[in-house]
């Protein structure tokens, strides 16, 4: 597998962590740009971390949870 390849587990796991911020978001009647602005970060790349096109960084997924009033644990369990 080249270097920056995933292997799909990975990118399965990544689309199953944007639901559950995407499913938190919603719960907690809040937009990606209220939550984006919350958190620091750009509406597009919360939404791509949404839709599971990009790695977040752990720091990126604290400021998420954090932004939603969400356990970071409730997002990756």
Same mark, same amino acid.
């Given at each position: 597998?080249?270097?920056?390849? &995933?292997?799909?587990?990975?990118?399965?796991?990544?689309?199953?962590?944007?639901?559950?911020?995407?499913?938190?978001?919603?719960?907690?009647?809040?937009? &990606?740009?209220?939550?984006?602005?919350?958190?620091?970060?750009?509406?597009?790349?919360?939404?791509?971390?949404? &839709?599971?096109?990009?790695? #977040?960084?752990?720091?990126?997924?604290?400021?998420? #949870?954090? #932004?939603?009033?969400?356990?970071?644990?409730?997002?990756?369990?």
């Amino acid at each position: 597998m080249p270097p920056n390849e &995933q292997p799909e587990w990975v990118h399965t796991r990544r689309r199953e962590i944007g639901e559950r911020i995407r499913a938190a978001r919603l719960e907690a009647k809040l937009t &990606q740009e209220g939550v984006a602005l919350r958190a620091g970060i750009e509406r597009h790349n919360l939404n791509r971390i949404e &839709q599971g096109h990009a790695a #977040a960084r752990l720091d990126t997924l604290l400021r998420i #949870a954090d #932004a939603i009033g969400v356990p970071l644990t409730e997002l990756v369990r």
